[in-house]
T-cell receptor, first 119, second 114 residues
Framework: DTAVSQTPKYLVTQMGNDKSIKCEQNLGHDTMYWYKQDSKKFLKIMFSYNNKELIINETVPNRFSPKSPDKAHLNLHINSLELGDSAVYFC??????????????????FGPGTRLTVL | KQEVTQIPAALSVPEGENLVLNCSFTDSAIYNLQWFRQDPGKGLTSLLLIQSSQREQTSGRLNASLDKSSGRSTLYIAASQPGDSATYLCAVGYSGGGADGLTFGKGTHLIIQP
């Protein structure tokens, strides 16, 4: 299946730990994103990344960092986890018009989400 | 600061009714607008994408319209079914050429009564 996948689906950890969430897309997209959905179900962009630029939402603490080993992966690393980091994290991808020379409308496709619980 | 507002926050209607979900955005310089569906505990499913140069898009019983100048979009659902029950999210993209993320509304929680 062509899709955006994330692992793990659930992550329960203690305050102060460091953890990572993995994201992979096999859609041939060149841009990937991380979003956070809080307890009130509000979705907010955290990072956008392609091989030309990394855009960081100014409200994201520097304990969060994206790492991309290749175009198909964008992993989210979180250091010194805090209670307030508990949320559902979604990965997404899209094809930016013009970068790949193909027609694209920059439609974003989302992964199934990772529910992070910090105790 | 771009803001996206969705009205109503929740809606419950009997099966078979036609309904309209509303979305408004403060900055009309959008690149595109996407409507998503989110089922409880699940990810987001893209329903319709409208480019800024388009007025509407249709997929099956769904029709999304866009009035860029007034900063509004509507999602029309015809002949609603219980399976349409979900949260519907409107999201605006402001850049097609850059890696900007989407700005989301808070969603409309829709319940279709059998």
């Amino acid at each position: 299946d062509t899709a955006v996948s994330q692992t793990p689906k659930y992550l329960v950890t203690q305050m102060g730990n460091d953890k990572s969430i993995k994201c992979e897309q096999n859609l041939g997209h060149d841009t990937m994103y991380w979003y956070k959905q809080d307890s009130k179900k509000f979705l907010k962009i955290m990072f956008s990344y392609n091989n030309k630029e990394l855009i960081i939402n100014e409200t994201v603490p520097n304990r969060f960092s994206p790492k991309s080993p290749d175009k198909a992966h964008l992993n989210l690393h979180i250091n010194s986890l805090e209670l307030g980091d508990s949320a559902v994290y979604f990965c997404a991808s899209s094809l930016i018009p013009g970068l790949a020379g193909e027609i694209s409308y920059n439609e974003q496709f989302f992964g199934p989400g990772t529910r992070l619980t910090v105790l | 600061k771009q803001e996206v507002t969705q009205i109503p926050a929740a809606l419950s209607v009997p099966e078979g009714e036609n309904l309209v979900l509303n979305c408004s955005f403060t900055d009309s310089a959008i690149y595109n607008l996407q409507w998503f569906r989110q089922d409880p505990g699940k990810g987001l499913t893209s329903l319709l994408l409208i480019q800024s140069s388009q007025r509407e898009q249709t997929s099956g019983r769904l029709n999304a319209s866009l009035d860029k100048s007034s900063g509004r979009s509507t999602l029309y659902i015809a002949a609603s079914q219980p399976g349409d029950s979900a949260t519907y999210l409107c999201a605006v993209g402001y850049s097609g050429g850059g890696a900007d993320g989407l700005t989301f509304g808070k969603g409309t929680h829709l319940i279709i009564q059998p």
